[in-house]
């Protein structure tokens, strides 16, 4: 879609340019290009309540761990670290 969307960029500005002057070319392409982004944050911006629900939901399950209960990701960077030290110790 990126190549495309130049391609149609080029092609634009090549017919604007032959029209009008390169300033009006430049002027209409970034204002398309302008456009069409605020139309997109616009619309990203725009989320359900549900998504917001969900994520408050996932947040707080996140915060639930307690002190003495690590994350499966904590558990496994610790048992790596633990099975290096091992190796290291057995090669002295």
Known sequence: MTVGAAFLTVAAWI???AVTDTLTAALVIGGAYSGIGLL????????SSQDTEAEA?????????????QPPLVQAFLVGMQ?????TASRR
């Open 83 to 87: 099975a290096g030290a091992n190796a």
């Open 57 to 69: 939901a996932h947040h707080a399950a996140q915060q639930s761990h307690t002190a003495g209960e």
């Open 40 to 47: 997109l944050a616009g619309m990203a911006s725009t989320g």
């Open 15 to 17: 017919y604007l340019a």
